[in-house]
């Protein structure tokens, strides 16, 4: 196997993580809505904003194998990192909720699920658009080589 055969397969399998990632994000976030009905509040609706899209956009990447999908990509999970991040900050009540954007239905300070007592739905998706971001800069710094 020649040396940009092999650069390629890693760039294909780097490009898979991240929509696998993505994805596994995408079906998460639909499941916790439409199976455990947890009704998304506005912040987890903006997250969804940024991730539902990475997961299409990273699939279109890996057929024909197009590592430039990166510059698409990347903007999306690191808009995605700091409203996550915003949204983590203020159930962890850091951030205090008189700056929570929910002014009706869901309040995005509660925490309406908890995974293993403190993996909160938007420390999830933060730690999703973390992966996804490493990836893609992993894969954006490969093609600089």
Same mark, same amino acid.
């Given at each position: 196997?020649? #040396?940009?055969?092999?650069?390629?397969?890693?760039?294909?399998?780097?490009? *898979?993580?991240?929509?696998?990632? %993505? %994805?596994?994000?995408?079906?998460? #976030?639909?499941? *916790?809505?439409?199976?455990?009905?947890?009704? !998304?509040?506005?912040?987890?609706?903006?997250?969804?904003? *940024?991730? *539902?899209?990475?997961?299409?956009?990273?699939?279109?990447?890996?057929? +024909? @194998?197009?590592?430039?999908?990166?510059?698409?990509? @990347?903007?999306?999970? $690191?808009?995605?990192?700091?409203? #996550? $991040?915003?949204?983590?900050? @203020?159930?962890?009540?850091?951030? !205090?909720?008189? %700056? %929570? +954007?929910?002014?009706?239905?869901?309040?995005?300070?509660?925490?309406?699920?908890? $995974?293993?007592?403190?993996?909160?739905? +938007?420390?999830?998706?933060?730690?999703?658009?973390?992966?996804?971001?490493?990836? $893609?800069?992993? @894969?954006?710094?490969?093609?600089?080589?």
């Amino acid at each position: 196997m020649s #040396s940009v055969e092999q650069k390629d397969e890693r760039a294909r399998v780097v490009l *898979f993580a991240s929509w696998l990632l %993505a %994805a596994t994000a995408t079906l998460g #976030s639909l499941f *916790f809505s439409e199976v455990m009905q947890l009704p !998304p509040c506005s912040l987890c609706w903006v997250q969804r904003i *940024f991730m *539902f899209p990475l997961a299409i956009i990273l699939l279109v990447g890996l057929f +024909p @194998l197009d590592t430039s999908v990166v510059r698409y990509a @990347l903007p999306l999970a $690191l808009c995605g990192i700091a409203v #996550s $991040l915003y949204h983590t900050l @203020l159930q962890v009540g850091i951030i !205090p909720e008189t %700056a %929570a +954007p929910c002014q009706q239905g869901v309040s995005c300070s509660s925490v309406s699920y908890e $995974l293993f007592g403190f993996v909160s739905i +938007p420390m999830l998706s933060l730690l999703a658009f973390l992966g996804v971001s490493g990836l $893609l800069l992993t @894969l954006k710094r490969s093609e600089l080589k």
